[in-house]
């Protein structure tokens, strides 16, 4: 949920800056960005990973 949030927000920011033409101001903020959607993504999936984990393992005890 917090991705999806995160991307919403992302996505209307840039959409302002480029409206804007102010692309200095892109350029300042598109590193941070993609960083904090790279570390989002790859939390997400080592999450759903562990819960596939833990969810097998648990199946495997019945």
């Not at 033409?21 to 993609?34: N, R």
């Not at 959607?37 to 005890?61: D, E, P, W, Y």
């Amino acid at each position: 949920m917090q991705l999806a949030r995160f991307l919403f927000v992302f996505k209307f920011s840039i959409t302002t800056i480029v409206k804007r033409e102010d692309w200095s101001a892109l350029l300042d903020t598109i590193g941070a960005v993609a960083g904090a959607s790279a570390v989002l993504v790859i939390g997400t999936i080592l999450l759903n990973v562990t819960m596939i984990l833990v969810h097998n393992k648990l199946q495997n005890r019945s």
